[in-house]
């Protein structure tokens, strides 16, 4: 019952650019299946009304499709495809930014004994449940208020904070929970990462940013590993690549500058690299970026190098 009205809703309001008139929703509208595409997750949870999409997080895959959902509770480079999508029947997404300082707001309120206790170890940064109904329930009013900008203020905070705590006392809840933690392993790791993405283009020692995040150099391995997938260096060199590929978007024919401003002082290194990661030589790929591309919103042509928010791209 939820899922259908939610497909309606998705289909009706769905933008070029996959924004909303309510802050920090975005829906998705994708027409055919597409080809895997790296990104940035993003803080947030995506849930699936139609068609189906996978995830690739270092070396783990989420599949999810209608009446799933995907928390992302750090900012992670992904890669991402719809593998379920047709013009008559599109795949249709509805995302919500996740903001630390609304949960820690809620767990704040919260009585001794509301939230789930949190379990050993530190959770990944990513993770895919079956939605609830109460959860759908949720999105389905917040999506009704595109269409009541009457009410929009007032309501759309409360139904987003419903939707939060719906999330907190789920089966992603540690996960939800810890992104609101000052203190927890989620949070040092999402500090490490932060970092590392700030200066990815320098070299760096693990012991020196295993102490930044305020973990030893074994619990920061461990933690990290444990919520990306990936080791520290692995993550950088993910980064790395991605802004290069952005970069060649505008600098097609600076392959080797582009290069370096990432971080690699060796042109061979990079090339190596970046084919590994995206399929071809740089110069090859930056002519495909520079190549139009139709947007399965409205049928009309983008660049493949433009982004699109986070949200969208799960």
Same mark, same amino acid.
């Given at each position: 019952?939820?899922?259908?009205?939610?497909?309606?809703?998705? +289909?009706?309001?769905?933008?070029?650019?996959?924004t909303?008139?309510?802050?920090?929703?975005?829906?998705?509208? /994708?027409?055919?299946?597409?080809?895997?595409?790296?990104?940035?997750?993003?803080? /947030?949870?995506?849930?699936?009304?139609?068609?189906? =999409?996978?995830?690739?997080?270092?070396?783990?895959?989420?599949?999810?499709?209608?009446?799933?959902?995907?928390?992302?509770?750090?900012?992670l480079?992904?890669t991402?495809?719809? !593998? $379920?999508?047709?013009?008559? #029947?599109?795949?249709?997404?509805?995302?919500?930014?996740?903001?630390? %300082?609304?949960?820690?707001?809620?767990?704040?309120?919260?009585?001794?004994?509301?939230?789930?206790?949190?379990?050993?170890? !530190?959770? %990944?940064?990513?993770?895919?449940?079956? +939605?609830p109904?109460?959860?759908?329930?949720?999105?389905?009013?917040?999506?009704?208020l595109?269409?009541?900008?009457?009410?929009?203020?007032?309501?759309?905070?409360?139904?987003?904070?419903?939707?939060?705590?719906r999330?907190? !006392?789920?089966?992603?809840?540690?996960?939800?929970? $810890?992104?609101?933690?000052?203190? %927890?392993?989620l949070?040092?790791?999402?500090?490490?990462?932060?970092?590392?993405?700030?200066?990815?283009a320098?070299?760096?020692?693990?012991?020196?940013?295993?102490?930044?995040?305020?973990?030893?150099?074994?619990a920061?391995?461990?933690?990290?590993?444990?919520?990306?997938?990936? %080791?520290?260096?692995?993550? $950088?060199?993910?980064?790395?690549?991605?802004?290069?590929?952005?970069?060649?978007? !505008?600098?097609?024919?600076?392959?080797?500058?582009?290069?370096?401003? /990432?971080?690699?002082?060796?042109?061979?290194q990079?090339?190596?690299?970046?084919?590994? #990661?995206?399929?071809a030589?740089?110069? #090859?790929?930056?002519?495909?970026?520079?190549?139009?591309?139709?947007?399965?919103?409205?049928?009309?042509? =983008?660049? #493949?190098g433009?982004?699109?928010?986070?949200?969208?791209?799960?």
């Amino acid at each position: 019952m939820y899922l259908d009205e939610l497909r309606t809703l998705l +289909a009706r309001h769905a933008r070029p650019d996959g924004t909303t008139a309510v802050d920090g929703v975005l829906i998705s509208r /994708v027409d055919r299946p597409d080809p895997p595409e790296p990104s940035m997750s993003g803080t /947030v949870l995506a849930v699936i009304a139609q068609g189906a =999409k996978r995830l690739a997080l270092g070396d783990r895959v989420y599949a999810y499709g209608p009446g799933q959902y995907l928390v992302a509770s750090v900012d992670l480079p992904v890669t991402g495809q719809f !593998t $379920q999508a047709a013009p008559e #029947q599109p795949a249709l997404g509805f995302g919500l930014t996740l903001e630390p %300082s609304a949960v820690a707001e809620l767990l704040l309120q919260a009585g001794p004994g509301d939230t789930p206790r949190a379990g050993g170890g !530190t959770p %990944s940064g990513i993770a895919v449940s079956d +939605a609830p109904p109460a959860l759908l329930d949720a999105a389905v009013r917040l999506l009704r208020l595109l269409d009541e900008p009457r009410d929009r203020t007032v309501l759309a905070p409360l139904i987003k904070r419903e939707i939060l705590w719906r999330l907190i !006392t789920g089966e992603q809840g540690a996960a939800v929970s $810890q992104l609101g933690l000052a203190d %927890s392993g989620l949070s040092h790791v999402s500090r490490a990462v932060r970092w590392i993405r700030e200066h990815y283009a320098e070299s760096f020692r693990v012991e020196d940013v295993a102490r930044m995040s305020g973990m030893s150099v074994s619990a920061f391995y461990r933690n990290f590993q444990a919520v990306t997938a990936m %080791s520290p260096i692995q993550f $950088q060199k993910q980064i790395r690549l991605q802004e290069a590929r952005l970069l060649l978007a !505008t600098h097609p024919g600076d392959v080797t500058g582009v290069g370096h401003r /990432v971080g690699y002082d060796n042109p061979s290194q990079f090339s190596r690299e970046y084919r590994r #990661q995206f399929g071809a030589p740089p110069s #090859q790929d930056a002519a495909r970026l520079r190549s139009t591309v139709r947007t399965p919103a409205d049928g009309k042509r =983008k660049r #493949q190098g433009d982004p699109l928010p986070a949200t969208l791209n799960l």
